[in-house]
């Protein structure tokens, strides 16, 4: 025994150590275990600390190929749990679907046509027809069948998804581009197949397929439908051709018709519920101005809603004058006017829509056609009562509708813009992205 030295702690030095098994010690200061080879004198310096609370001390040399076993085990844990959790994710909720594991199927619109409304509360909805597309390429069972929508822009929820009721002889109208306008009824009517004419009720929330109605009503068509030409909505009628080749202007609202429009509307007429009414239309030379007219007016009959107006300029194109022609004298049944805001020169002006004492344009200010709109609202006596830029360079004109208490609906065919009652602009409705779920 003279040839071994004392036994040191490697960490602190202490000479007072105690033996625990197979040459391994803990020192009685700092409590850190280490390893004692029986043919050295010295120590073994592979030690491991540990605190007081630790048990049964581990031989690392003796157990090196269970801790290379268990860090592989470890490893593969640590890249498998995220992969689980990917997968757990992926999982569709239960909130949607009561089915365990299956997958709702979403829808979107492929959009033909559409129009912008508001139902008796005044809320803006935009009116659809087109197709449904599913997200499941291998889903056919809404296809070869047109269907019609409402949907609320400031709510963001659809109102109502019906499929077009319609005879199946019309083979191949769900690939028709269809054509739809709000009528002076507040009620959306739309060109189907282009022999076809349905009508959207704002107040029923019903569609009703008018043909029939038509046909009972005009003998010229007692042949059958044709063709409908929607070159005339502004008047808030259909010029239709019948099968026999007659031609007649067909008025939805008061069921009235005529066989040639325009010697019709070159005459003087006097209609039930006459009363004279107020009208918004810029005119169609540039610089443009807005026209505030006053007409004698019956809904549902023969009234031009667009009058061609032309303004006359000096050198400096400083505003001079502006006149109706005599056709449109007549067809707008006017009966006086005020240019409104001749100090201002604007290059581009479109009438979105007025009601409730408020006009709602889209204004350019020089003749830029790539310039975008900005969007106003006037009074009814050019007063501005807010403006506010836009993304879009191309109008329609009463191509929007307008809520006092919920703002301005503008847009056309796939995109809309939601602007509030102070001018700020809410958001973008692109309606084919727009997803719903119908099963």
Not at 20 to 31: G, K, Q
Not at 58 to 74: A, H, Q, Y
Not at 390 to 417: A, Q, T
Request: net charge negative; aromatic share 14%.
């Amino acid at each position: 025994m003279s040839n071994l030295k004392t036994i040191q702690c490697p960490s602190c030095g202490a000479k007072k150590v105690k033996y625990l098994d197979d040459n391994m010690f803990e020192c009685e200061t700092c409590h850190t275990s280490f390893y004692v080879e029986t043919h050295q004198t010295s120590v073994n310096h592979k030690h491991t600390y540990t605190n007081a609370s630790t048990k049964t001390p581990l031989d690392f040399k003796s157990k090196r190929p269970l801790l290379i076993v268990v860090g592989i085990i470890f490893l593969g844990l640590s890249l498998l749990v995220p992969f689980l959790f990917l997968i757990n994710k992926s999982k569709p909720s239960e909130n949607f679907n009561d089915s365990e594991n299956t997958a709702v199927k979403k829808y979107t619109f492929n959009v033909n046509s559409s129009a912008a409304f508001t139902d008796q509360s005044k809320s803006l909805k935009v009116f659809m027809m087109g197709s449904i597309k599913s997200s499941d390429y291998d889903n056919k069972k809404y296809n070869n069948k047109t269907y019609w929508a409402v949907y609320d822009a400031v709510k963001g929820t659809f109102d109502q998804i019906e499929p077009l009721e319609i005879s199946n002889t019309a083979e191949g109208y769900h690939s028709h581009n269809n054509e739809s306008f709000k009528f002076d009824d507040g009620n959306i009517y739309t060109i189907v197949a282009e022999t076809m004419i349905f009508r959207y009720d704002a107040t029923t929330k019903s569609m009703q397929n008018l043909n029939s109605e038509i046909i009972a009503n005009v003998k010229e068509l007692q042949s059958g439908i044709a063709n409908i030409d929607d070159a005339t909505h502004a008047y808030s009628a259909f010029k239709i051709k019948s099968n026999s080749g007659k031609e007649v202007m067909y008025y939805p609202i008061s069921k009235i018709y005529n066989t040639n429009n325009f010697d019709y509307t070159t005459k003087k007429h006097s209609y039930p519920n006459d009363q004279p009414a107020t009208f918004f239309f810029q005119t169609y030379n540039q610089p443009s101005y807005l026209v505030r007219y006053t007409g004698m007016y019956s809904m549902g009959y023969p009234f031009c809603f667009d009058p061609h107006i032309e303004s006359v300029f000096d050198e400096n194109e400083n505003f001079k004058s502006a006149s109706f022609s005599n056709y449109w004298l007549t067809a707008s049944r006017f009966i006086d006017m005020k240019v409104l805001n001749t100090d201002n020169k604007v290059y581009d002006m479109t009438v979105l829509d007025f009601r409730d004492w408020i006009v709602a344009l889209g204004i350019k200010t020089n003749n830029v056609s790539s310039e975008k709109f900005k969007i106003q609202w006037q009074d009814y006596d050019g007063k501005l009562l807010w403006s506010s830029p836009s993304e879009v360079s191309h109008l329609y004109d009463l191509s929007g509708v307008i809520s006092k208490n919920n703002g301005l609906l503008f847009g056309n065919r796939n995109d809309y813009f939601l602007y509030n009652s102070e001018g700020k602009s809410v958001k973008k409705i692109e309606l084919e992205e727009l997803s719903f779920d119908l099963d």
